[in-house]
């Protein structure tokens, strides 16, 4: 069993940035791959970021060149540092652990944390 804590949602004004946590109950060095997901509320949740254990990332059109992705083995953490901030990526956050494959579908992570929200104001 994994837990996954997010913390760093809060609001902000549009073009700011943010650094958006995610603390595991373990070893995060174990698991694959690693990602961020967003969902606004009506819509589908959107695969954001995803990071694997030797350090590969992938990242949405809607976010290359703002976010990135990264993560600390030694800290059991994962981060999500969020720059140029627009109004639509206003949503609650996910982190989530992907043990098997198909790690490029938000249907095939296995452990989920709570989320946070992020609200970007214009």
């Known amino acids: 069993q994994v837990q996954l804590v997010e913390s760093g949602g809060v609001l902000v004004q549009a073009g700011g940035s943010l650094r958006l946590s995610c603390a595991a109950s373990g070893s995060i060095g174990r698991f694959n791959t690693m990602g961020w997901h967003r969902q606004v509320p009506g819509k589908q949740r959107e695969l954001v970021a995803t990071i694997t254990s030797g350090g590969s990332t992938n990242y949405a059109d809607s976010v290359k060149g703002r976010f990135t992705i990264s993560r600390d083995n030694a800290k059991n953490t994962m981060y999500l540092q969020m720059n140029s901030l627009k109004p639509e990526d206003t949503a609650v956050y996910y982190c989530?652990?992907?043990?098997?494959?198909?790690?490029?579908?938000?249907?095939?992570?296995?452990?989920w944390g709570q989320g946070t929200q992020v609200t970007v104001s214009s």
């Open positions: 989530a652990v992907c043990v098997g494959y198909g790690c490029y579908a938000h249907g095939n992570y296995n452990y």
